[in-house]
């Protein structure tokens, strides 16, 4: 069944079919081999799929991302960043890190906070003489950390999915995030350590004050809703419902956004949530059919043959998710994959959050990695280069992020820790 499933799964992909309707369609053939086929029991777990509370976050945070990209919180973000370490050698890459950081506790969409950035900083960088490769693949690099810091968008799926505390898996993603942004620092320094680019007057004390007071409202918004988070003032969809109140009031106070802007970013909203909720109910029917089929008993069984140490399962499967990114976009590879490995990693004992977590940032990777990077895809049509040069581009910071998942393995207090000191 486990082949079965793969097979009829990657076929359905690979020959153009819509994701959703893939996951629809391995449903259908495991339960008709099955003799178990009904209509009716699809229906209603497809009916179910969509009808979650938690999931009511994903909308919010996305109209979050929307409002901020259009509401003047970008530029002031990016002006900040840039009076702190835009004097510095290589300094454009430094406010990218910065800025991309602040961006990941706004939006919990990597693809939105990569467009937004990039808008701004990619003309800025290759106007100041960094290659068009280099500039674009540090955007895109740091675009995925808002796959992994809180509001996550992929942790509240794999939270509803697996049946987790979304919050805890929140404060776990928050020190993964920041590692990985210290690791692309260190990279870009190696990079640009005998750069003669450029760079900005240093800003005083004063200008860099000034820069605080105009970005401080939009700083905020990570500091709410993780306080609010941890201080149980609101679950994480309401958290979403005040992140995107919040987010419409400073950008009407900064008089940039204006109330016919708003129909557009409704529509824009509401046709991703479409998406991601179709194949969220879509992906219910795909579990239903992985439980009949008891596909998580096979893979344990097939697995305790290989090895019985949880690290050198831990390993293999993280390969093979790795494998996944490549080929299948962030969401989908959640929705399908979480509900057969779950099972798999409980039974060696190991932590179903801390799997989360580095799940999320193993098909994070994916979003930065040919052929299907969607990340990719968004950084080259800002920079107008091809795939394959972007590529060059983000290989070391690529590596940066592999070896950030690597020490995450070996090292799993660096993410269980803060979960038990706050959660």
Avoid at 93 to 114: E, K, N, P, R
Avoid at 294 to 307: F, G, K, T, Y
Wanted: proline share 5%; net charge neutral; with cysteine.
């Amino acid at each position: 069944m486990i082949w079965l499933f793969l097979i009829s799964l990657f076929l359905l992909l690979f020959s153009g079919t819509p994701v959703a309707i893939a996951m629809l369609g391995s449903a259908a053939i495991m339960l008709a081999t099955m003799g178990l086929y009904d209509h009716q029991i699809m229906a209603e777990y497809f009916i179910n799929g969509a009808n979650n509370f938690s999931l009511m976050a994903i909308p919010f945070f996305i109209l979050t991302g929307e409002i901020m990209k259009q509401g003047g919180v970008s530029k002031r973000i990016v002006d900040f960043s840039l009076s702190l370490v835009g004097h510095i050698k290589g300094g454009l890459g430094y406010v990218a890190i910065i800025a991309g950081l602040i961006f990941a506790g706004l939006s919990g969409s990597a693809v939105a906070d990569t467009a937004a950035l990039g808008a701004i900083l990619i003309p800025m960088m290759m106007s100041k003489g960094y290659s068009a490769r280099s500039s674009t693949g540090i955007i895109c690099a740091v675009g995925i950390i808002a796959m992994v810091i809180p509001p996550s968008i992929p942790m509240i799926v794999f939270g509803v999915i697996g049946g987790v505390s979304i919050t805890k898996m929140f404060i776990g993603g928050a020190p993964a995030g920041l590692l990985m942004c210290l690791g692309l620092w260190f990279m870009w320094r190696y990079l640009y350590r005998d750069t003669e680019i450029a760079v900005f007057d240093r800003k005083t004390w004063g200008e860099r004050g000034k820069a605080f007071l105009s970005a401080f409202w939009a700083l905020m918004l990570p500091v709410i809703i993780i306080v609010g988070l941890r201080g149980g003032i609101f679950t994480p969809t309401e958290a979403g419902v005040v992140a995107a109140i919040y987010a419409t009031i400073i950008s009407f106070f900064y008089k940039e956004l204006k109330l016919k802007d708003l129909m557009s970013i409704f529509i824009s909203t509401t046709k991703t949530t479409g998406i991601v909720m179709f194949i969220a109910a879509s992906a219910m029917v795909s579990a239903y059919a992985i439980t009949i089929a008891q596909i998580p008993q096979e893979l344990v069984a097939i697995l305790r043959d290989i090895s019985s140490s949880p690290m050198i399962i831990l390993l293999i499967i993280m390969i093979f998710l790795l494998l996944v990114g490549c080929v299948m976009d962030l969401i989908p590879a959640i929705l399908i994959f979480a509900p057969v490995l779950l099972p798999v990693v409980i039974s060696y004992g190991i932590d179903p959050i801390y799997f989360g977590v580095l799940m999320v940032i193993n098909l994070s990777i994916g979003l930065i990695t040919p052929p299907i990077g969607t990340v990719l895809y968004v950084g080259a049509s800002i920079s107008n280069i091809k795939i394959g040069e972007l590529a060059k581009g983000i290989a070391p910071f690529l590596l940066v992020h592999v070896i950030v998942m690597l020490l995450l393995i070996l090292f799993p207090k660096i993410i269980t820790y803060p979960i038990e000191l706050l959660g």
